[in-house]
T-cell receptor, first 114, second 117 residues
Framework: NAGVTQTPKFQVLKTGQSMTLQCAQDMNHNSMYWYRQDPGMGLRLIYYSASEGTTDKGEVPNGYNVSRLNKREFSLRLESAAPSQTSVYFC?????????????FGSGTQLSVL | AQTVTQSQPEMSVQEAETVTLSCTYDTSESDYYLFWYKQPPSRQMILVIRQEAYKQQNATENRFSVNFQKAAKSFSLKISDSQLGDAAMYFCAYRSALEDSNYQLIWGAGTKLIIKP
C-alpha cells in the first residue's frame, strides 16, 4: 500500500532557485496538507486543501504556493528559495478533514537551501 | 491562541518497562481533540492514539494509554511493556472542534524516546 508518496526525498537548492515538491495519495482522501518541521519545533501548517479545487493558507504560507492538481495530487512550490526555508517538508492527507480524523503522512522531503 | 508543550526533550526506558510522556496544552475551548503521533527514524508520522475532550474515559490502544486531565489541561501518554520498536520521536497535538479552526493541528516540540535493551 503506497499511501502518501512524496518526491523528492532530499533536495539541495541555492538561494533564489525554485522547485516543486510533489505529493500524491492513493486513498481517495478529500483533504490534503503541507507541513514543515524544524528542529526543536512541532510541525507547522503551510497550506491545506479541504477538497479538490480548494486551497487555503495555514500558519506559515509566506514564500510558498500550492496546487491541488486533482483529488490525488497536491504540490508545493518554492518560487525563490531562501535559507529560512531549509526544513523537512511533510505532505499529509485525511478522508474528510474532520477534526478527529487521523492524518496519513508521507515520509518527508529534506530540503536544504544554501 | 492554543499552545502545546512537551517539557521532556528526551526520555529513556529499559525494554519491557513502562514510561510516561508528558504533554500540557492551553486553550479556552471546551471541545477539542488531542493526539499522540510517533515519528520513527523513517520520518513518517504515525497516529498512536487520540482522545476526544468530551469523553471522560481515557483512550487506550493495546500497550498505549493516555491520562487525560481536562481541568489540568494535561494529556500524558503511557507506554507499557516498552519494545525496541517504540524508539521514536513522540509528538502531542491539539485540534479544535470548531468548524472555522482552519484544519489547524497545533503540535508540541516532541519527546525523543530511547529504549535501552
Amino acid at each position: 500500500n503506497a499511501g502518501v508518496t512524496q518526491t523528492p526525498k532530499f533536495q539541495v537548492l541555492k538561494t533564489g532557485q525554485s522547485m516543486t515538491l510533489q505529493c500524491a495519495q492513493d486513498m481517495n482522501h478529500n483533504s490534503m496538507y503541507w507541513y514543515r518541521q524544524d528542529p526543536g519545533m512541532g510541525l507547522r501548517l503551510i497550506y491545506y486543501s479541504a477538497s479538490e479545487g480548494t486551497t487555503d493558507k495555514g500558519e506559515v504560507p509566506n514564500g510558498y504556493n500550492v496546487s491541488r492538481l486533482n483529488k490525488r495530487e497536491f504540490s508545493l512550490r518554492l518560487e525563490s528559495a531562501a535559507p529560512s526555508q531549509t526544513s523537512v517538508y511533510f505532505c499529509a492527507s485525511s478522508e474528510r478533514g474532520s477534526p478527529n480524523e487521523k492524518l496519513f503522512f508521507g515520509s518527508g522531503t529534506q530540503l536544504s537551501v544554501l | 491562541a492554543q499552545t502545546v508543550t512537551q517539557s521532556q526533550p528526551e526520555m529513556s526506558v529499559q525494554e519491557a518497562e513502562t514510561v510516561t510522556l508528558s504533554c500540557t496544552y492551553d486553550t479556552s475551548e471546551s471541545d477539542y481533540y488531542l493526539f499522540w503521533y510517533k515519528q520513527p527514524p523513517s520520518r513518517q508520522m504515525i497516529l498512536v492514539i487520540r482522545q476526544e475532550a468530551y469523553k471522560q474515559q481515557n483512550a487506550t490502544e493495546n500497550r498505549f494509554s493516555v491520562n487525560f486531565q481536562k481541568a489540568a489541561k494535561s494529556f500524558s501518554l503511557k507506554i507499557s511493556d516498552s519494545q525496541l520498536g517504540d524508539a521514536a520521536m513522540y509528538f502531542c497535538a491539539y485540534r479544535s472542534a470548531l468548524e472555522d479552526s482552519n484544519y489547524q493541528l497545533i503540535w508540541g516540540a516532541g519527546t525523543k524516546l530511547i529504549i535501552k535493551p
